[in-house]
């Protein structure tokens, strides 16, 4: 991963991993895999304002304008399998334009068979981070 | 729980004989046969509940109480015939006290929403349980918003037993109402409602008690409970969605004013004046959910005809087992060991989160729930992120807490 590639580069290049795995077991081993490489949530943002509580599993996420005029996000979650999810987020969207983030349709997660993990009625917080995320690149990009 | 009502048993209880009359429980989930254990959420629906239904729309559809024509009139007498049913099913004096709901939710909401005009005022105070389902606690914030009144929290113990006798204390002249579940959902705690109610009643409070976990394991008779308020929901005890009941006693129905305006609930509507239609109507706005409630006598019907002591016998054997195997696993954290339960495990393997550990079970086509079940208070309390809960109702078998059990082991396996 370069930090040059686009959102759709960067998510193909996790489709293909994805595919190397011919069943589930393999594929929620590999996202959990990527859960244990999250770069670990700053302290400072383990609190409640960056929580996003849902019904099923807690999620932190939290961004940060870059220098460069990207987005820097950080973000955590207590249980492994949504905390592998995260990972993919933040790997795909990591310092990405604004605009990019605000328009991307995350259509990777369905490819790689994660999507249900996203549903808003799963109730793990990925969705309402989504929005977070989205949310924040768009009140950047209209800066 | 309490004495069983004089229902009488037509059937014996055969367990293949009853899964095979449940076609959903024939689902393969993920190449493995599904393994329904979340029936404290929803129970899954008999043959001859999915055939009422049908046969209502296909052959019996009308609007009820408003057409002379025979259609109507057999759409009025079959919504309610339901009527007596759920009266003996619940063991209530009169079929006036039976008011057709949405379910539990919308039975506690009518009360609180009911009961916040004119009844509670500044100061009074509501006692409720620190096991109570939220839609036994929300609706008594926004009563107690709206007057004044405030929200008072009856403590649970560790092994998920109310502390009672902080209740008799808590229990004072300033209360106005105790609402209480009868079945925890999250710990299958049975709680002892006879005695509370009786308390409460020696110092005049009247009390609600939320029946939706209780229904469909043992036998309920709101007369020898003297509950004021009895709720419940139809899919809960294999009936269909949307539609439950809400038991009040005839003086409080009387006494309250509508919940919600509309059609079938009036008698004479002017823009100056209306009056209402007497009870229960009163309290059933609209065109109500036919379908739903004729599908919910079948429900009862369904259950009614088996010796209700026989199921009882039947799904304290899987909890029994579940619960021994799981302490046989080790290393697995059982919340909610109150002396008298029912039909739900809740557990914890340590080290693990349950969205992670029931995705994984999910893949083995074991269905449990997980999370805090709508008692994020109690979760709080326990310091934990949530369970997972096993459910269990006459349908499942003890292979299936076998396959609970070889998913467990697997997940934890799995994810450490
Ligand atoms: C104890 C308890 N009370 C109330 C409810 C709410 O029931 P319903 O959603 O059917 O209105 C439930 C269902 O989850 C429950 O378990």
Redesign the pocket.
Known sequence: MTATATIEERADEVVEEFELFDDWMGRYEHLIEQGKALPALPDAYRDEAYKVRGCQSQVWVAAEPTDHGTIQFWADSDAIITRGIVALLVRVLNDQPPAAVAGTDLAFLDRIGMKEHLSPTRKNGLDAMVRRMKLYAEALAST | MQPAPSRLATRTFDLDEVRSEFPVLSRRIHDHPLVYLDN??TTQKPLTVLDRIDSYYRTENANVHRGVHTLSQEATDAYESVRPVMQRFLGAASSREIVFT?????AVNLVAGSLARGYFKKGDEILLTGME?H??IVPWQLAAEATGAVVKVVPVNDRGELDLGAYQALLGPRTRMVAV?H???SLGTINPVRQMIADAHSMGVPVLV?G??AVAHGPVNVQDLDCDFYCM?A??VFGPTGT?VLYAKEEWLERMPPYQGGGDMISAVTFEHTTYHEIPHKFEAGTPNMAGVIGMGAAIDYLSAFDIEEIQRHESQLVTHATGELEELGGVRLVGTAAHKTAVVSFLPEGLHPYDVATVMDRFGVAVRSGHH?TQPLMDQYGIPGTLRASFALYNSLDEVDRLIDAVRKARKFLS
């Open positions: 404290a959420a949405k379910g539990t939710t919308e389902h839609s036994n579940v079945v925890s959902n939320d939706a976990q929901s899919h809960k439950g709508c």
